[in-house]
């Protein structure tokens, strides 16, 4: 069979697998968000890609989740509702300063959601409503928003890490994956990309 570029990487694709974003396309909307002065959409689109999560732990941050004393944490860790284990992100400066920005044009509590819903009161974000905006912001670029879901924010990072290291080990704890076969499987991490590792190397 002959594959074009495209259809060679549809062909590793894990199925179903939504795309990570590109650089470009974290750079495009980040611009966007901020040209249009969507503070929580900053806040939760910058959050999403430096944590990781799930949308169903993101949508349940809490304030006090995020924020210390000495303002937005630097280091988080939180327990994933699906495994029960703990797992640690990073909050990077970029992000702290979408946070910080967020809290004060809402003015939330510390015991507050984070993302509380606008729909029901005293109610975190729904999933769907976060996956609503996930479709909604990579459209503002064009992009073929059923190549693209929640999942393409917690794969970003990830994705971009094992690009540039090889480290699955890496992927696997930012991830809060237990077994390394998962994140093999959730990166589509294939014999091709073992080969092109392996050639990388001078012994």
């Known amino acids: 069979m002959f594959y074009t570029p495209s259809t060679r990487y549809a062909a590793r694709r894990p199925t179903g697998a939504k795309l990570a974003l590109k650089p470009v396309h974290v750079w495009g909307i980040r ?34 989740d995020l924020l210390s004393p000495g303002g937005v944490k630097r280091r988080v860790v939180i327990l994933q509702r699906k495994t029960g284990r703990p797992v640690q992100f990073e909050v990077t400066d970029q992000t702290r300063r979408s946070i910080a920005a967020w809290l004060e044009t809402k003015g939330l509590a510390f015991d507050d959601w984070l993302f509380p819903s606008r729909m029901k009161h005293g109610l975190h974000m729904s999933t769907r409503q976060y996956a609503r905006l996930v479709n909604k912001w990579v459209c503002l670029l064009g992009l073929d928003p059923a190549a693209y879901g929640t999942h393409s924010l917690r794969r970003t990072k990830v994705a971009l890490l094992y690009k540039k290291t090889g480290n699955l080990r890496a992927c696997q704890l930012l991830l809060g994956h237990t077994k390394l076969e998962s994140t093999v499987r959730y990166l589509g991490v294939e014999v091709d990309d073992a080969l092109e590792l392996s050639e990388a190397l001078e012994l």
């Open 31 to 64: 611009v966007r968000l901020q040209v249009g002065c969507q503070a929580r959409d900053l806040a939760l689109f910058d959050l999403a890609l430096d944590s990781k999560l799930r949308g169903c732990d993101l949508v349940r941050l809490r304030v006090s």
